[in-house]
T-cell receptor
């Protein structure tokens, strides 16, 4: 059965800390791995990763994919209270049609 | 350029009732996928519509059904509601270019929060 596992489930840090969120997967017909940030309702897109070893960066956020070991990490440096959210990892699976398989998410709370 | 719009935003229904949720995809997108997100969980794939047909269904009972209209908008219907159907229902809009291009992602609506009492 296809699955995406995220760790930790929740995390509390102070402003300025650096955090690393983990995502491992076992998915047939892997196409790409995506990270989303979910604050209230709609997940908002952060990164799409298709190739191993190539880091993607956006400001204080960065992510990398290891297709051999089947995992990805999302790093957030110099965290701010506005980073508080649920971070979702999703794998784009192409069995039958293109659909996402999501992990349960990591709930990050950044304290001032 | 309007993003993905869903209606209603909140809904309270009684067990046994039926509900219809609506989604209008982002301009230029022709594929709509529906996901159910229970509290504390990640979204789970319900089904996907393209060219007015259901392309694939996740592990959801037949009480969940859908429709796509010629303008690409979509409805999700749930019959005989159970307490366990309480969740955030997300609509994801994408382009069938996914079948041809790598670097595209789905865009999510704000969701409909369904509470079954």
């Amino acid at each position: 059965e296809d699955k995406v596992v995220q760790s930790p489930l929740s995390l509390v840090v102070h402003e300025g800390d650096t955090v690393t969120l983990n995502c491992s997967y076992e998915v047939t017909n892997f196409r790409s791995l995506l990270w989303y940030k979910q604050e209230k309702k709609a997940p908002t897109f952060l990164f799409m990763l298709t190739s191993s070893g190539i880091e993607k960066k956006s400001g204080r956020l960065s992510s990398i994919l290891d297709k051999k070991e089947l995992f990805s990490i999302l790093n957030i440096t110099a965290t701010q209270t506005g980073d508080s959210a649920v971070y979702l990892c999703a794998v784009l699976n192409t069995s039958g049609t293109y659909k996402y398989i999501f992990g349960t998410g990591t709930r990050l709370k950044v304290l001032a | 350029d309007a993003g993905v719009t869903q209606s209603p935003t909140h809904l309270i229904k009684t067990r046994g009732q039926q509900v219809t949720l609506r989604c209008s995809p982002k301009s230029g997108h022709d594929t709509v996928s529906w996901y159910q997100q229970a509290l504390g969980q990640g979204p789970q794939f319900i089904f996907q519509y393209y060219e007015e047909e259901e392309r694939q269904r996740g592990n959801f009972p037949d009480r969940f059904s859908g429709h796509q209209f010629p303008n690409y908008s979509s409805e999700l219907n749930v019959n005989a509601l159970l307490l366990g159907d309480s969740a955030l229902y997300l609509c994801a809009s994408s382009s069938s270019r996914w079948w041809r291009e790598r670097d595209t992602e789905a865009f999510f609506g704000q969701g409909t929060r369904l509470t079954v009492v």
